[in-house]
């Protein structure tokens, strides 16, 4: 298979992945905490680290059509949120690129 590069990430708040406890995340990357996922609440992230994206899927969110790509945890492949890849409605294209992960998949470091 090969090895396995992870980042770690510096400062006192960093959310991990909660099954292999990765670093995913630092809390300055917060855009917005006001966001659901799949499995409740989640967070908009303007960056994140190890993970990797699946393929481009066309999806109906609450906020209109989005393509996206699921994201996994590139250590323990848990599903972790989903990339917005393009919007399709120009009140949401602030959202490309950006991160959702959901807070019922991640733990927290220094809180």
Not at 37 to 66: C, K, M, S, W
Not at 70 to 83: A, H, N, P
Request: proline fraction near 3%; include cysteine; aromatic fraction near 10%.
């Amino acid at each position: 298979m090969g090895l396995l590069f992870l980042e770690s990430l510096p400062g006192p708040k960093v959310f991990k992945c909660g099954r292999c406890k990765v670093d995913l995340a630092s809390h300055d990357a917060i855009i917005s905490k006001d966001f659901h996922g799949r499995h409740g609440r989640a967070y908009l992230f303007r960056n994140v680290v190890n993970i990797t994206l699946g393929p481009d899927e066309d999806r109906q969110l609450i906020t209109g059509l989005h393509t996206v790509n699921d994201i996994y945890c590139s250590c323990c492949q848990q599903i972790m949120g989903w990339r917005y890849e393009k919007a399709y409605e120009e009140s949401q294209k602030y959202k490309e690129g950006k991160y959702i992960l959901e807070k019922a998949r991640m733990s927290k470091e220094g809180w």
